[in-house]
C-alpha cells in the first residue's frame, strides 16, 4: 500500500475553532442544517463530539449522546466532495466502537426517509428500522418522516 501523511485520515475529538468549518459542510448538505449554537451546545453539554480530518483539513464530523445503556447518533455528515469514498462508514464504525466501550447495548438513529443513500449505508452496518416518527423533519413543502434506526450491540 502507498500512503503518504497528505492520505491519511484521522479522527478526532471536536473543538470549537471546527464549529465554523463543520457549519459550511453542514450548509452544503443539508436542506436544514443546525447552527452554530446546535454544535456549541453539543460540546458543551459533553456529547462524543468528533470530527473526521484528512491532511488537518476536516471532511466529516459526527455527534452521539450517550445515555447508561444506549447510545444515540444525534448527526453524521461528510462533505459533498468527499461523500461516496466510505468517510461516513469510517465515522459510524468510530462512533459504533465509542459506545461498545461505553457499555452501550444499543445505538439508534433518526434519518430522513428520503435520504436513501444514508439509509442504505445503516442497513448495511448493521441497523434495522424499527419505526417511523412522521413529519418529524421540516421539508421544502411541509415535513418529512425519519426513519428510526437501531443497531443492537
Not at 471546527?18 to 459533553?46: A, Q
Not at 471532511?59 to 461523500?83: F, K, N, R
Amino acid at each position: 500500500m502507498n500512503t503518504t501523511l497528505e492520505s491519511a485520515v484521522a479522527i478526532r475529538t471536536m473543538q470549537p475553532s471546527d464549529i465554523d468549518r463543520i457549519v459550511l459542510i453542514e450548509r452544503e448538505i443539508f436542506l436544514f442544517p443546525w447552527s452554530p449554537g446546535n454544535f456549541s451546545d453539543s460540546i458543551k453539554s459533553e456529547y462524543y463530539c468528533q470530527v473526521l480530518t484528512q491532511a488537518e483539513t476536516i471532511l466529516g464530523y459526527g455527534i452521539m449522546m450517550m445515555s447508561p445503556e444506549e447510545a444515540h447518533v444525534l448527526t453524521l455528515g461528510i462533505a459533498a466532495q468527499s461523500q461516496k469514498k466510505g468517510f461516513g462508514k469510517k465515522m459510524l464504525q468510530h462512533l459504533i466502537a465509542h459506545a461498545r466501550t461505553e457499555k452501550a447495548k444499543s445505538v439508534f438513529l433518526d434519518v430522513r426517509e428520503s435520504n436513501h443513500g444514508a439509509a442504505q449505508l445503516y442497513l448495511r452496518m448493521g441497523f434495522r428500522q424499527i419505526a417511523t416518527r412522521k413529519g418529524y423533519y421540516p421539508a421544502m413543502c411541509g415535513r418529512e418522516d425519519a426513519l428510526v434506526m437501531q443497531l443492537m450491540l
